[in-house]
């Protein structure tokens, strides 16, 4: 047993010192990387002039923000000089994606890499898909036929813009929209709030949360709107005069809400 106890202490010593010069090693790389991330440099910046009917984003690691614009442009900065984006159009198609180059192992406090890709559009779409891994993803006054957004671990935000079709995913993170015009939507998400701000009236509406607030509010009286509400653990609350018997008009478009765990707030 004393042997046993020997040899123990020895291999637990020795690991302690090759973990210190690790450390140690990394510490010194990480000071040299610093003199670099201190200050934010774009590594990429393009103007498109062809014809784009669709754009395709996946993306690990980069915040993206998506807004209306002259021209087709894209614009990345970031702190990480390992993070790299590429941007390609090919058949009317926009494909935007980034990787990082060698291993990337983070040891800065908080994971705070920073990388920023900013897209301009300035005519309307037929199809619009981002996905998201831990960047947080806005869009503004965009127009398309359809649009798919997905995130995994980050916030999502729609502002203004018309879409006939607009399918947002998230795993864990807010899901906010606000002032949109639809036809048709539908929101998911496993944990973290829906919130549906200035919402248009009459629309085909599918929301499903598992953990986590749902809050609608209205920009106008639905005119034409029936409400199907599930909620397994929470409050459902509806204040409005026109939506008390869940039902207005002929209850054309169907607004189904579904929560399992959290609130219901309507306005």
């Not at 090693?25 to 393009?46: I, M, P």
């Not at 779409?125 to 995994?152: F, H, N, P």
């Amino acid at each position: 047993m004393k042997k046993f106890l020997i040899t123990l202490f020895i291999v637990g010593f020795a690991m302690t010192v090759i973990c210190g010069i690790g450390i140690y090693a990394q510490g010194e790389k990480l000071s040299k990387d610093n003199q670099y991330n201190e200050k934010v440099t774009t590594n990429l910046s393009k103007i498109y002039k062809q014809d784009i009917k669709s754009i395709d984003i996946n993306v690990e690691e980069s915040d993206v923000t998506i807004k209306k614009g002259s021209h087709f442009t894209i614009k990345s900065r970031g702190d990480d000089k390992n993070i790299k984006v590429d941007s390609t159009v090919k058949n009317k198609t926009w494909t935007i994606k980034d990787h990082t180059k060698g291993s990337h192992i983070n040891f800065r406090p908080q994971n705070n890499d920073e990388n920023h890709i900013t897209i301009t559009v300035p005519t309307q779409l037929d199809s619009l898909r981002v996905k998201t891994d831990v960047g947080d993803l806005k869009v503004s006054d965009i127009k398309a036929q359809s649009a798919e957004y997905k995130a995994d671990s980050s916030d999502i935000l729609v502002k203004s813009g018309n879409y006939h079709h607009l399918t947002t995913c998230n795993d864990s993170g807010d899901i906010e929209t606000e002032d949109v015009g639809l036809k048709k939507v539908n929101l998911y998400n496993d944990s973290g709030d829906i919130i549906m701000k200035d919402m248009h009236p009459d629309v085909l509406t599918q929301v499903k949360n598992d953990s986590g607030d749902i809050d609608l509010n209205y920009k106008h009286d639905p005119k034409n709107s029936r409400f199907e509400i599930h909620n397994d653990s929470g409050d459902t609350n509806i204040d409005n005069q026109f939506l008390k018997h869940k039902k207005v008009g002929k209850g054309k478009n169907l607004m189904q809400l579904n929560n399992d765990s959290g609130d219901i707030d309507i306005k």
